[in-house]
Structures are given as structure tokens and as C-alpha cells.
């Protein structure tokens, strides 16, 4: 998508919401740094054609996801940090939709992308290093039963 100026959108800057119930999500759960893992591919079934090995057919079979993976500071108090340790600690999960929003400058919607049913199946803290003054960063990798890519 590119705006009336020509420009193509910026990746920086976009928000992430869990719609848990149709609740508004906690200001702390929808600051991340970095999404990736928003792809789709078709997998192919091959079939050869009767007595030519030259000729196959590439026929469609099914839809596969990459993980969704978020990046955030370590933030203490979070809802959903609370969520993911439960679905850790105990394997109950409530799977939620989640809403990835790209913005413009302007801070308006442009573009996005709704994960269905996500639930966590990874979650990691970078190291911790008295050599490094970095911030330490959680990762959460959700599984999702589908998502729809949505142009505003």
C-alpha cells in the first residue's frame, strides 16, 4: 500500500492488541518492538502424469502458518505475562484473537492483520550480562488457527 504521497509505509510503527473477551487490552500488553512470522504458504501435492516424467500437476492441499512472534522489554505487571505463565505452568490455554495494526505517520490505521485462536507455545527472556548494557527483551511465539490480512 502506498499513501497519496507515494510513499511506501514504514514498519515502525504499529501496535498489537489481544482481544480477550472484547475487553480493551492493558496499555502494557500493546507496546512490543518487533513482530515477525506474518506469512501464509500453500502446500503442494505433485502429481505425475501416466507414463510422461516430464509433465506434473502442483495441486493445491492445505495452508500453512509460521509462528507469530512478539518482541517486547521486559515489562513486570503485565496481564499477559500472567496469561502466559498460566498456559506454561499448567498447559490450560484461552486462545485469543490478535490484532496487529500498521500506522501512518498520523497514527492511523492503514493496515492489518487479525490472528484467530492464537495461544502461546514459546516464551523466552534474553540473556542476562553484566558485559552488555542492553535491555532485556521477552519473546512470545504464538500458534494461531488462521489469519486474514486486512487493508484499511
Known amino acids: ?3 497519496i504521497t507515494g510513499n511506501p509505509p514504514v514498519g515502525f510503527h504499529f501496535l498489537v492488541s489481544f482481544l480477550i473477551g472484547g475487553v480493551l487490552p492493558n496499555p502494557l500488553d500493546i507496546r512490543f518492538q518487533k513482530v515477525s512470522g506474518i506469512s501464509s504458504e500453500i502446500e503442494t501435492t505433485d502429481i505425475r502424469e501416466g507414463g510422461e516424467n516430464v509433465f506434473r500437476h502442483r495441486l493445491p492441499n492445505h495452508v500453512t502458518y509460521n509462528n507469530l512472534v512478539l518482541e517486547r522489554g521486559f515489562v513486570v505487571g503485565s496481564p499477559l505475562n ?5 498456559a506454561m505452568s499448567t498447559m490450560e490455554f484461552a486462545p485469543s484473537n490478535v490484532l496487529v495494526i500498521l500506522l501512518n505517520e498520523d497514527s492511523i490505521p492503514i493496515a492489518g492483520w487479525l490472528f484467530q485462536r492464537a495461544y502461546p507455545v514459546k516464551w523466552s527472556t ?3 550480562d ?3 548494557n542492553g535491555v532485556v527483551i521477552d519473546t512470545m511465539e504464538l500458534a494461531y488457527a488462521r489469519f486474514q490480512s486486512l487493508r484499511i
Open 1 to 3: 500500500m502506498v499513501d
Open 126 to 128: 534474553s540473556d542476562l
Open 82 to 86: 500472567i496469561e502466559f505463565n498460566v
Open 130 to 132: 553484566a558485559n552488555n
